[in-house]
């Protein structure tokens, strides 16, 4: 099983920046990709960005250009760098793995999730 732990959440203004960070551990076989999601209130759950083990990378139309996401394969760590944050971004941000289990089956990991929170 992978567990992820996230942190870089926060209070910023709008026009600021902030750098999420997404560690996963565990004895996975494989990890497919990682990504971050977001859910602002009354609203359901939204992809941001993901990217995966070769690098392939797929972001929401609402962030292209200002977001960035990246991964420390090595390090089993993905980060999401967001600049000229909107209050529109305000959400809980979750990060998500996809990978192999020890028994060659495929799963899902989900974060707790961490607060972004941008003032207009």
């Known amino acids: 099983q992978v567990q992820l732990e996230e942190s870089g959440g926060g209070l910023v203004q709008a026009g600021d920046s902030l750098r999420l960070s997404c560690a996963a551990s565990?004895?996975?076989?494989?990890?497919?990709?990682m990504g971050w999601y977001r859910q602002a209130p009354g609203k359901q759950r939204e992809l941001v960005a993901t990217?995966?083990?070769?690098?392939?990378?797929n972001y929401a139309d609402s962030v292209k250009g200002r977001f960035t996401i990246s991964r420390d394969t090595a390090k089993n760590t993905v980060y999401l760098q967001m600049n000229s944050l909107k209050s529109e971004d305000t959400a809980v941000y979750y990060c998500?793995?996809?990978?192999?289990?020890?028994?060659?089956?495929?799963?899902?990991?989900w974060g707790q999730g961490t607060q972004v929170t941008v003032s207009s």
């Open positions: 565990g004895r996975p076989i494989s990890i497919n990709a």
């Open positions: 990217i995966t083990g070769v690098g392939r990378i």
């Open positions: 998500n793995a996809d990978y192999i289990g020890v028994d060659l089956g495929r799963y899902d990991s």
